[in-house]
């Protein structure tokens, strides 16, 4: 089973700033298999990023994602009051599917 | 427009049975690869069971292997999940989401709003 470990557990930052989220997988994700997601208060996850970099539709391209092998991150450029959330990753390279336990993105 | 909605849910002793449903529109259950992901309470998503599109692909996360049961029905455009032998850690509420694919290894490009299971006496 891959696991994988999000940093860091909560991010305080300002609307306006720069947010950078780590998601680190116990071993290489197969073909960069990695999607991101936003969850917001009584919501279902919402899907935000797929295949390491795609950004889903309907997505502003604040929204990035990079990375491969193991080390994968997720950058907003210019966070926006909506931006607050916790955002989780998960693989779909292996069976079983696996998410991050989440890095919580608070306003400073 | 993809829509999923999940019914089923309540409050179940240990050791008794629930059938979720999500009824799907937008959309054929049939051409897609189906999942289950349940989240407890102030705690992360957790992939519980897959379906590819043809049925011949059908995965259980090792917590509810030989407990819970994925099916589907065509005519009615339908996902279940049949659980047995509840037990309090299954206790979360259980979304229904669709793959971008036919296939089983995906990510979970559209959810439903999910349906609340209580275990507990």
């Known amino acids: 089973e891959i696991v994988l470990t999000q940093s860091p557990g909560t991010l305080s930052l300002s609307p306006g700033e720069r947010a950078t989220l780590s998601c680190r997988a116990s071993?290489?994700?197969?073909?960069?298999?990695l999607a991101w997601y936003q969850q917001k208060p009584g919501q279902a996850p919402r899907l935000l990023i797929y295949a390491t970099s795609n950004r889903a539709t309907g997505i502003p391209d604040r929204f990035s994602g990079s990375g491969s092998g193991t080390d994968f991150i997720l950058t907003i450029s210019r966070l926006e009051p909506a931006d607050f959330a916790v955002y989780y990753c998960?693989?779909?390279?292996?069976?079983?599917?696996?998410f991050g336990q989440g890095t919580k993105l608070e306003i400073k | 427009e993809v829509q999923l909605v999940e019914s089923g849910g309540g409050l179940v002793q240990p050791g008794g049975s629930l059938r979720l449903s999500c009824a799907a529109s937008?959309?054929?259950?049939?051409?897609?690869?189906m999942f289950w992901v349940r989240q407890p309470p102030g705690k992360g998503p957790e992939w519980v069971s897959g379906i590819n599109y043809s049925g011949g692909s059908i995965f259980y996360a090792d917590s509810v292997k030989g407990r819970f049961t994925i099916s589907r029905d065509g005519s009615k455009n339908t996902l279940y999940l049949q659980m047995n032998n509840l037990r309090a850690e299954d206790t979360a509420r259980y979304y229904c989401?669709?793959?971008?694919?036919?296939?089983?290894?995906?990510?979970?490009?559209?959810w439903g709003q999910g349906t609340p299971v209580t275990v507990s006496s």
């Open positions: 998960q693989q779909y390279g292996s069976s079983p599917l696996t």
């Open positions: 937008g959309f054929t259950v049939s051409n897609y690869g």
């Open positions: 989401a669709k793959a971008y694919s036919s296939g089983f290894y995906s990510y979970f490009e559209n």
């Open positions: 071993q290489s994700v197969i073909s960069g298999h």
